[in-house]
Every structure is written in C-alpha cells, then in structure tokens.
C-alpha cells in the first residue's frame, strides 16, 4: 500500500508561463534539473534506441514500434540531501504516459529503473509519479512508493508517450528533502553554466549571452518561446543580444567536444514614473500624507504591479534606501523629494525619473489673546491683533475686515486670519472668547475667635476669579486666613481680570457667649476679650426691647449683671462695639454675632 506523507510542491518554473522547455528524446543528452530549472517538455520521437535493441527495461517492453521508447523524453538530477523524494508528471487525462527512474552515473550503467510505471490511464488521470497522487486520488494505479534518498546520488528519468501527438507535461518534485533543502535538494553542477544563471530583467534593457571559448569553432543559438527551441537565423557569434523572455540555449563546438548551455531569460515590465505636481501645505500639519502623491507617479500603472517610495536624495532613490514613510513628518520651508517606482516584479526595474516640491507655508501665527474680559461696569472691550500683519487677511463673522473690533456684550467672536502666497493660502480660524466679568463684593465674613487660633473666611456671592488680602499682606488664592491677630482689620477682594476691588473693615474680638453671677468663682462678669487692641471701644448693652442697660470702655472690668444696683433676670442681652477706626471716624464693629445669655 502507498503512504501518505506531507508533500512540499516544488514548482521547478519562473517567470515565463506555458513554456514548453528543452526536448532531449536520448539518454546520452538528457537535460538536467535542478532547484531552478524549469522543467515542461513534449516528445515527438524516440531519436535512437538507448536500450540497445533490448525488450524490456523493468516494466517497460517493446511496443508496436519495435523499441522500448516511442516518444521519449530523458532527464537527470543529482540528489543534494538526504530524506524522501517523489515527483508528479502532470498532463492531459486524454494521453497515456509511462516513465521509468534509473539510479545511474551514465547512460551506459543504467541497469533496472528504481521506479517504473505503465499502466494504462483508463481511469483518465492527469498525474503519474512517484509519492502520492496531489489531486487526492487514493491508490493511484500509476503511483510508485517514495523513494529514499541520500545526497550525491545520481538519476535519469525516462518519459514515455505512446501517442504521435501529444499536448506536453510538467514535472514538480515533492517530499522531505525539499522540506529541509528547500533551496538545494537537487544539485545545479551538473548543468554546463557557460551561459549563467537564469536572470531576470526590465524590458527596457538588453541582455547580452556571452558564450565566448578560446578553443571554439562554431556557434550555434537557439530560443524557445514556447514551442521548443529554434534556431536563430544568422547568430553564429559568441554573444547574443536579446530582448525577450525565452529559454536560450547555445551549441558551441569545439575540437574536443560539443557544449551545450542553456539559460532562461525573463523580462519584466520596467515602470514610468509620471510628472508629480509641487505641493504647498500649511505649518499648522504634523504630517503630509505622501500616499496620495502615489496615483500621479503609477498614472495609469496599477499599484499591484508597481511600488512608489520617497526620498530626500536621489543616490538614495537610485539605490532603494532610506525610503520616507509616507506619514512624513513636515518641516518648515521648502525641500525636493525624488520619487522611485518599483516593479514588484523585479526589484532592480525602477524609474527615478521624476521628483516634487514640498513647501511648507507658515500659518498665521496668533499673538493676541483669546479670552477677555468685559467688567460689568465698562462699555466694551478690544479684541484680536492690535498691530495688523501686512502680510495677513483679516476677516470676522460680522464681516469687518480690520485686525480687531470693539465688543460690548460677552460671548464668543470667531476671526479668520488668512496667509497668501504664490496662489496658495493657510488660514486660522481663532474663536475669541469675552467673557462678562463682575466687580468683587464682600457678603459675609465668619470670624471665628476666643480661640488660639483666630480664623476669619470671606464670603462672596458674586461668580469670577479672585484673590484675598488680609490688612497689608500678601494677596492670596484661598477665601480663609488663620491665626488672625485680635483687633480691627482690612480684608480685600481683588479681581484677577481687572475688574476693580473691594474691602470691608472687620474686629477680631471674643466675649463668652453667657455668664453666672452667683456669687461662685465662675463667670461671674461679662466682657470683651481683645477690647483693648482697638482705639477708645465703647460696648453698649441692651435688653430685648432695645433699653440701655450698661455702657463700658476698655477700662471697665466687666458687667455684673446689675443695674443700679438691682440684679437682672436670666435672659439673652445684647450689645453693640464701637470704635476710632483707622480714617480716625467712629464705627460700629461688623460680623459680630452680638447677643449673649445671663444665666442665673
């Protein structure tokens, strides 16, 4: 039973489609095959017997022709590693074919094939070989077990047809070697290299085949484009100029011996690099999107056969390198980028013919505010460029075309600046924001005191940006000031947009907020604590019903909670703190919660 393995394909064909390849019908010329020669062929006849007149060579016997071979075909190759090796001859399933494998040095050691195949194709197949059948025909009559192999062996392949006319075959090698050698399982010295190696080129270009030997008397070309090689009428030279993908092969005789070479040449469509148009761009980019420059270099090339790259010199262009990415980074000023387009084909088919222009226009530049304030109290406001650019366009949504306007109602004003040059223009659209701003008001003032630490927080109702002073110091961010000295002070509200200020006159001072005037050693007088940091106090005291009952200075020692001798009842009092303020006017203190119980 035939296994089944994993096949590597090997397609032994590059760069010419269809070709029908060189034809040997002899052993004593059989064509060599290796990693990168195409291998397709036909047969016509069997040229002369290599069998000698024998009936049979392993499966093989003689046919109606009176030979083993009808139309024949020869091949060799040398094995360059060690493993599985197996091969698939494709053709049409109307044909029948047989081959036979030969381990042989020469034609003259063939001995019995290795493999050998002649069944008839009744089944109407269109592969035979050795491995497995790559269509995933099980137990393919016309299938032989892989074959194992070890480097530096040598084999002749023998293709067989027994039909006049046929329409061709291609073979493909497979299995393990090709798995591990894929570049090297079959080994290219036995092919005569007079010619070089198969080569690829731009259809703009020739390729001269030097065939040159000292010793040579005669030469000979020969090409096949397709339907066998033919030969070349009047090239008797050593050298051959051409300009179409063919196979080339030369016959060069000499005294001792005839060489034949062969070469496979392919040409490949060279690209043209249309004119690309200059470019200008605004500074305000980050990038400029050279991948929209790609359809006017390609023109009417597609991009799936061609390749277009940037770049800053053109040794760079010409040599490939250093290509620009096509989110390219812009700078200012002007600079020549070269243009390559590539054949993806064939790398070396390029055009560098063309190149562009990339200047990089400067944006109107914004030297003016975008957001003012309009204080409550004034008429208007100046906004945008108070000192025009000659070089710039103004225009705003109200349709004045100067470089500022005058505003009297808060919102926000949008101004086109515009740059020209050359016929090319950057503009910059600046939304100007105004914002009404309100002057400052004092509300309250919370004073927390009779404590180490005196705290006093000003209270605003009134929406802006603010800043706060205590007396002379240091304006501040925050409403809050600690460790606030007892006595008259100065808070300030400023506003940060220069909307004017406002102060208010407060008195850090402390009085308990009840007393007990029952004879024991507790709280037995009521009075101002701090009374005597301010100038000529005076505290009056009064009942519920507005009646003076007390009056004291900073002299007094306290209120006892008598009047004329006779002692009051328990109940809330309150009182009122005057005193010379700094503009040397009497004022009455503020933000004192001014009540206080007698407790009894």
């Known amino acids: 039973m035939k296994r089944a393995t994993l096949l590597l394909w090997v397609p032994l064909l590059f760069g010419i489609q269809t070709v029908i390849g060189q034809i040997s019908p002899d052993c004593s010329e059989a064509i060599p095959i290796c990693n990168n020669t195409p291998v397709n062929g036909g047969t016509n006849d069997y040229g002369i017997d290599d069998f000698n007149g024998a009936a049979k060579s392993g499966c093989l016997e003689t046919s109606l022709s009176g030979f083993i071979e009808d139309n024949s075909a020869w091949y060799k190759f040398r094995t360059s590693a060690a493993g599985q090796l197996g091969f698939n001859i494709s053709f049409d399933a109307s044909e029948d074919w047989d081959f036979a494998l030969y381990k042989a040095i020469d034609c003259a050691s063939l001995g019995e094939p290795v493999r050998c195949n002649f069944f008839d194709n009744r089944d109407d197949l269109t592969h035979m070989g050795v491995g497995v059948d790559p269509t995933g025909t099980v137990e393919s009559l016309l299938y032989d077990d892989w074959l194992d192999v070890t480097a530096g062996e040598d084999y002749y392949i023998l293709i067989n047809n027994y039909s006049n006319s046929n329409s061709g075959f ?64 009047g090239q008797t030279g050593p050298t051959l100029n051409v300009n179409l993908s063919a196979f080339y092969r030369v016959k060069v005789s000499t005294p001792s011996e005839i060489i034949f070479s062969d070469v496979q040449i392919g040409f490949t469509t ?225 506003d940060l947009n220069g909307c004017g200020s406002v102060s208010e006159s407060i008195v850090v001072v402390g009085f308990p907020k009840f007393f007990t005037p029952n004879g024991d050693p507790f709280n037995n007088e009521w009075k101002i604590v701090g009374i005597e940091t301010l100038q000529d106090p005076v505290v009056f005291i009064y009942d519920r019903y507005g009646k003076l009952l007390q009056q004291m200075t900073k002299d007094s020692m306290g209120w006892n909670g008598e009047v004329n001798g006779k002692s009051l009842p328990s109940s809330d009092y309150w009182f009122k703190l005057t005193y010379i303020d700094a503009r040397g006017q009497r004022a009455t203190a503020k933000y004192i919660e001014s009540h206080f119980s007698l407790k009894r």
């Open 170 to 233: 291609s073979i493909q090698f497979s299995g393990s070697i090709f798995e591990s050698n894929p570049s090297n399982a079959l080994d290219c010295s036995i092919i005569t290299n007079l010619l070089g190696p198969p080569l690829i080129a731009c259809d703009n270009e020739d390729v001269i085949l030097d065939a040159t030997k000292t010793e040579a008397l005669q030469y000979e070309w020969f090409s096949d484009t397709g339907s066998g090689f033919m030969a070349i009428s």
């Open 270 to 494: 060279a690209p043209t690099t249309f004119v690309v148009a200059d470019e200008a761009i605004c500074s305000e980019l980050v990038f400029f999107d050279l991948f929209q420059k790609d359809q006017e270099a390609l023109g009417n090339q597609s991009g799936s056969d061609f390749a277009v790259s940037y770049h800053s010199a053109i040794a760079d262009a010409v040599d490939g390198v250093g290509a620009l990415s096509k989110e390219y980074p812009i700078k200012a000023g002007m600079e020549t980028i070269y243009v390559r387009t590539t054949s993806l084909a064939n790398s070396q088919c390029f055009d560098v013919s063309q190149q562009f222009k990339l200047k990089v226009l400067q944006n109107p530049e914004i030297t003016f505010s975008t957001e003012l304030f309009l204080c409550e109290n004034s008429t208007s406001v100046v906004i945008g460029e108070l000192n025009a650019n000659a070089s710039y366009t103004y225009s705003w949504g109200s349709g004045a075309t100067t470089s500022n306007i005058q505003v009297d109602e808060g919102g926000t004003y949008v101004l086109t600046m515009t740059y020209e040059e050359n016929g090319f223009s950057c503009e910059r659209i600046v939304p100007i924001t105004v914002v009404i701003s309100k002057i400052p008001a004092i509300t309250d003032v919370i004073i927390e005191d009779v404590q180490n630490n005196n705290t006093v927080t000003v209270i605003t109702d009134v929406e802006g940006q603010f800043e706060y002073q205590l007396d002379d110091g240091p304006f501040q961010v925050g409403n809050i000031f600690s460790n606030v000295l007892p006595g008259g002070h100065v808070l300030t509200i400023n």
